[in-house]
């Protein structure tokens, strides 16, 4: 792809509840006119008008126009740039024509996804396209699933640190978490729901942690239950979010080559202060917004409120354990989710090189890894810190 295009970054879907978040970040980091060269898209030049106004940002902050339904524009609107997030969901209405187009034009992209189902077709049907053209698709960079993506890679590191080797087991737990759910991620949870139901075989691949490596399947992962976990130091529980990012891990050691094994095992669960009593939540989690319709989510309060505390812990073969932690400054599925878009757009855009990451199909810990976990933390309020 040549360098020469017009933006280094467009935010599709500006006018909807994360995508502005996400441009009000760019605005707040980068500003209107500054080094980085951004701009907004959507269906309607009269809201991307209005919500220009409401973040703040000057007339002179350029608009796109751009539809799901018109793949014409769309190519036009890919053409234009290096990166295109996009906010537009579910993926798996909406989202299909422009990860074609990017893969077409050799445009690189980011999401926010969590269809899992849609994420397995995407790369049979677009990853040769994508490595011919030079495009890199970047799947699930939001709390889908970076913390716990990269929160592996950093585990892993630290336990080559630590033993001289990468561990074969690594426990993530969600130590601790506060936030809503917005009606996108309602309406993409319905969306995948009906898919499941027009198609069971989605169900299976939903099931399996290893539906993302193709051709490759590892041994089986621990069961995800409530117990006393005595390595963990704490009674655990089942996260919802664990099915999609175990995906997103075992995708990123199989495109790594398998740098932390084969025979990796890796789980995510809530810890909790004890045996839950009958009818008593297991632990913290979302607050599930009911009500909520695509386009709204938590007030600006409550994303402000909100944090999460994650920890993960590296097994040796021989019982020896290191701990690490990545941590959250907001509302893990919109404040700090628009946060992680913007800066993965970012990297892909100006620190990861194509020698480095080609055109494929990736997740953030194999296409960015350490450059996305400094931008994280210098502009994302996400922490990785070493804890033993």
């Known amino acids: 792809m040549a360098d020469a295009r017009e933006f280094e970054v467009i935010v599709y879907g500006a006018t909807g509840y994360t995508g502005r978040l996400v ?6 980091t980068y500003g209107a006119s500054g080094d980085l060269a951004w701009a907004m898209a959507g269906r309607s030049q009269a809201k991307l008008e209005e919500v220009r106004g409401l973040i703040g940002a000057p007339d002179s902050l350029p608009l796109v126009i751009a539809d799901a339904a018109d793949p014409a524009s769309l190519a036009a609107m890919v053409g234009r740039t290096k990166v295109i997030i996009t906010t537009v969901g579910p993926y798996q209405l909406y989202g299909s024509p422009l990860v074609a187009a990017c893969a077409a034009a050799g445009t690189d992209y980011v999401d926010l996804t969590g ?43 630290r336990a080559v640190e630590a033993f001289g080797a990468p561990a074969p087991r690594v426990r993530g737990r969600v130590r601790g978490m506060r936030g809503g759910l917005s009606g996108g991620t309602m309406a993409s949870g319905m969306a995948t729901m009906a898919a499941v139901q027009r198609d069971p075989s989605i169900g299976a691949l939903l099931a399996n942690p290893f539906a993302l490596t193709p051709g ?7 069961e995800e239950k409530v117990y006393e976990d005595t390595v963990t130091g704490s009674w655990v529980a089942p996260f919802m979010m664990s099915a999609i990012n175990t995906k997103a891990v075992h995708r990123s050691n199989f495109l790594l080559g398998h740098p932390w094994g084969q025979d990796l095992k890796y789980d995510e669960l809530l810890m909790i202060p004890g045996p839950p009593k009958t009818g008593e939540s297991a632990g913290p989690g979302f607050e599930m917004g009911g009500g909520l319709k695509p386009g ?70 194999s296409a960015m890894a350490e450059p996305l976990v400094k931008r994280l933390e210098a502009n994302a309020g996400v922490h990785f810190t070493v804890e033993s």
């Not at 441009?23 to 707040?28: I, P, S, V």
């Not at 990853?127 to 993506?149: L, Q």
Request: charge should be negative; include cysteine.
């Open 296 to 365: 709204e989510g938590p007030t600006k309060e409550e994303r402000e409120a909100g944090f999460y505390d994650i920890i993960f812990i590296a097994e040796a073969a021989d019982g020896r354990t290191a701990r690490v932690a990545v941590k959250g400054d907001m509302d893990p599925g919109y404040g700090s989710t628009s946060k992680m878009l913007g800066e993965s757009a970012v990297c892909l855009a100006r620190d990861v090189d194509r020698s480095v990451t080609p055109g494929g199909c990736w997740t953030t810990a």
């Open 216 to 222: 490759f399947t590892g041994p089986a992962q621990p």
């Open 115 to 157: 269809e899992s189902n849609w994420i397995h077709q995407m790369i049979g049907a677009h990853e040769a396209a994508a490595k011919a053209s030079g495009a890199r698709i970047v799947f699930s960079c939001g709390f889908d699933s970076i913390p716990f993506d990269l929160g592996v890679w950093f585990a892993e590191k």
């Open 23 to 28: 441009a009000e970040h760019l605005l707040k």
